[in-house]
C-alpha cells in the first residue's frame, strides 16, 4: 500500500469518524437535562462541519475515483475553513462545562475566541506563503503565540469549589488544548522542515495531511465526548 492509499484511507476515517460522532452527539442529547443540552449540540454541530469538509476533501484525494488525480495539497483550504469553524465552538463547549460550575464570563470566552481566531488566520497566511520564506516563519510565531495564550487562559480557570465532575472535564479537556492542539504547529513544521530539506512535496504534503486527520478526530470527537459526559452528569 503506497503512502496515497494510506492518505487516502485517512481522510475517509476522518469521515466516518466525525459523522459516528455527530450521531453520537444526537443520541447523547435527549439523556441530558434541558438547560445544559447545548454542550451536546455544539459538539454534534462541531463534527457534523467536520463531516462535511473531509466528505468534500475525499474528493480532492481521490478516494473514489482513482483514475483522478490526486491533489491532497488542495484539501488545505478546506482544513482552515473547518478549523476557522470548529475551533471557536471548542472553546465555546469549554466554557459551557465551566459555567455549569459557574466558573465562566463573556470576558474570558470573548479573549479566547479572538486569540483562536488570529491562531487560525495566522497559521493558514503562514501555510500558503512560499516553502522557507521569513513570512511563514512570522504567521507561525504570531499563531503559536496565540496559542499560547489559549492555554494560558484555559488554565488560569479556577477548579475550586467545582463539583468533582466539572474539575475533572475541565482538567481533561485543558490536555486537549495543550497537548491535543500542539498536533497541528507539529504537522506544520514537518511539512515545512521537510519540503526544505529536499523531501518530495507530495510525500511532505500526504504526511502532514495524515498528522491533521488524527489530530481533528481526536481533538472534536474526543473533546466533544468529555464535555457531553460531565453535562450528563450535571
Same mark, same amino acid.
Do not use: C
Given at each position: 500500500?503506497?503512502?496515497?492509499?494510506?492518505?487516502?484511507?485517512?481522510?475517509?476515517?476522518?469521515?466516518?469518524?466525525?459523522?459516528?460522532?455527530?450521531?453520537?452527539?444526537?443520541?447523547?442529547?435527549?439523556? &441530558?437535562?434541558?438547560?445544559?443540552?447545548?454542550?451536546?449540540?455544539?459538539?454534534?454541530?462541531?463534527?457534523? &462541519?467536520?463531516?462535511?469538509?473531509?466528505?468534500?476533501?475525499?474528493?480532492?484525494?481521490?478516494?473514489?475515483?482513482?483514475? #483522478?488525480?490526486?491533489?491532497?495539497?488542495? %484539501?488545505?483550504?478546506?482544513?482552515?475553513?473547518?478549523?476557522?469553524?470548529?475551533?471557536?465552538?471548542?472553546?465555546?463547549?469549554?466554557?459551557?462545562?465551566?459555567? &455549569?460550575?459557574?466558573?465562566? #464570563?463573556?470576558?474570558?470566552?470573548?479573549?479566547?475566541?479572538?486569540?483562536?481566531?488570529?491562531?487560525?488566520? %495566522?497559521?493558514?497566511?503562514?501555510?500558503?506563503?512560499?516553502?522557507?520564506?521569513? /513570512? /511563514?516563519?512570522?504567521?507561525?510565531?504570531?499563531?503559536?503565540? *496565540?496559542?499560547?495564550?489559549?492555554?494560558?487562559?484555559?488554565?488560569?480557570?479556577?477548579?475550586?469549589?467545582?463539583?468533582?465532575?466539572?474539575?475533572? *472535564?475541565?482538567?481533561?479537556?485543558?490536555?486537549?488544548?495543550?497537548?491535543?492542539?500542539?498536533?497541528?504547529?507539529?504537522?506544520?513544521?514537518?511539512?515545512?522542515?521537510?519540503?526544505?530539506?529536499?523531501?518530495?512535496?507530495?510525500?511532505?504534503?500526504?504526511?502532514?495531511?495524515?498528522?491533521?486527520?488524527?489530530?481533528?478526530?481526536? /481533538?472534536?470527537?474526543?473533546?466533544?465526548?468529555?464535555?457531553?459526559?460531565?453535562?450528563?452528569?450535571?
Amino acid at each position: 500500500m503506497d503512502l496515497l492509499a494510506i492518505t487516502q484511507a485517512f481522510f475517509m476515517l476522518g469521515f466516518v469518524a466525525m459523522a459516528a460522532g455527530t450521531l453520537y452527539f444526537v443520541l447523547e442529547r435527549n439523556d &441530558i437535562k434541558p438547560e445544559h443540552r447545548m454542550t451536546a449540540t455544539y459538539a454534534g454541530i462541531i463534527t457534523f &462541519i467536520a463531516a462535511i469538509m473531509y466528505w468534500i476533501m475525499t474528493d480532492f484525494v481521490g478516494f473514489f475515483d482513482q483514475a #483522478t488525480t490526486a491533489d491532497v495539497g488542495a %484539501t488545505m483550504p478546506y482544513r482552515y475553513i473547518d478549523w476557522l469553524l470548529t475551533t471557536p465552538l471548542l472553546l465555546v463547549e469549554f466554557g459551557l462545562i465551566v459555567a &455549569i460550575a459557574g466558573g465562566a #464570563t463573556k470576558s474570558f470566552m470573548t479573549k479566547i475566541i479572538v486569540a483562536d481566531i488570529i491562531m487560525i488566520v %495566522t497559521g493558514y497566511l503562514g501555510e500558503v506563503g512560499e516553502p522557507g520564506s521569513a /513570512n /511563514n516563519w512570522i504567521f507561525f510565531i504570531i499563531s503559536s503565540l *496565540a496559542w499560547f495564550y489559549i492555554v494560558y487562559a484555559v488554565y488560569q480557570v479556577k477548579l475550586d469549589g467545582m463539583p468533582d465532575y466539572a474539575a475533572r *472535564a475541565v482538567r481533561i479537556m485543558r490536555r486537549f488544548v495543550l497537548f491535543g492542539w500542539t498536533i497541528y504547529p507539529v504537522g506544520v513544521a514537518v511539512e515545512e522542515f521537510l519540503t526544505l530539506g529536499g523531501a518530495d512535496v507530495g510525500l511532505a504534503v500526504s504526511l502532514a495531511a495524515i498528522i491533521f486527520v488524527i489530530a481533528d478526530v481526536l /481533538n472534536k470527537v474526543g473533546f466533544g465526548m468529555v464535555a457531553v459526559a460531565a453535562a450528563k452528569k450535571a
